[in-house]
């Protein structure tokens, strides 16, 4: 079974929708990530969080919330979705005790589509 | 604000070159610097992962460079083969707690 999973994988919703992407993780990693990838302009973070009880913005968190449940469940919202949110998600993690070299790893992403 | 760039935007070789991609930034306080690939459609697989206080990392045909002082990182691609082609991110880890990605090098390696 993967690491990082993501759920759902593709997914088509109207604008003005509310939809929540889902991650999961078996690292036991501390730290989770979200990320929104569009052509040409690379990975952008979202949001990022340390532990349960730490939830940082990212460069893009306009528009998104996040939840993070339990350690290994990190859950991003559109709560009003819009068109230009369109675009690949992408949920990571690393781990703070992995001496200091905070290795990124990725999910397999979930393609959104807001008509 | 960090920013990270990469050159070129995209490649296109013959199999069995040496080739190297591109990476630099604006800010030299790092703590890490990470190398992706990422095949069309599908999600990012790590290739290697360089430490501020190393200089390079190897990995079989692969070969990352770091150079804090002038912001740049090196990937280096021995004896390319077409399974290579796929698109190169690299990114950044920064002290204020949050990675920054460049653009990408879209790589193609022709039979």
């Known amino acids: 079974d993967a690491d990082v999973t993501q759920t759902p994988r593709n997914r088509i919703t109207k604008t003005g929708k509310r939809i929540m992407l889902e991650c999961s993780q078996t690292?036991?990693?501390?730290?989770m990530y979200w990320y929104r990838q569009d052509p040409g302009l690379g990975l952008r973070l979202i949001y990022y969080?340390?532990?349960?009880?730490?939830?940082n913005k990212g460069e893009i968190s306009d528009g998104y919330s996040v939840s993070r449940q339990a350690q290994a469940k990190f859950s991003l919202s559109l709560e009003s979705a819009i068109p230009n949110q369109t675009a690949l998600y992408f949920c990571?993690?690393?781990?703070?005790?992995?001496?200091?070299?905070?290795?990124?790893?990725f999910g397999p992403g979930t393609r959104l589509t807001v008509t | 604000k960090q920013e990270v760039t990469q050159i070129p935007a995209a490649l296109s070789v013959p199999e069995g070159e040496n080739l190297v991609l591109n990476c630099s930034f604006t800010?030299?306080?790092?703590?890490?610097l990470q190398w992706f690939r990422q095949d069309p459609g599908k999600g990012l697989t790590s290739l290697l992962l360089?430490?501020?206080?190393?200089r390079e990392q190897t990995s079989g045909r692969l070969n990352a460079s770091l150079d804090k002082s002038s912001g740049r990182s090196t990937l280096y691609i021995a004896a390319s083969q077409p399974g290579d082609s796929a698109t190169y991110l690299c990114?950044?880890?920064?002290?204020?707690?949050?990675?920054?990605f460049g653009p990408g090098t879209r790589l193609s390696v022709l039979p």
């Open positions: 990114a950044v880890g920064n002290y204020g707690q949050n990675f920054v």
């Open positions: 690292k036991g990693h501390d730290r």
């Open positions: 969080s340390f532990d349960v009880k730490d939830i």
């Open positions: 360089i430490q501020s206080s190393q």
């Open positions: 800010d030299s306080a790092i703590y890490n």
């Open positions: 990571a993690t690393s781990d703070s005790k992995s001496q200091g070299s905070y290795e990124q790893y």
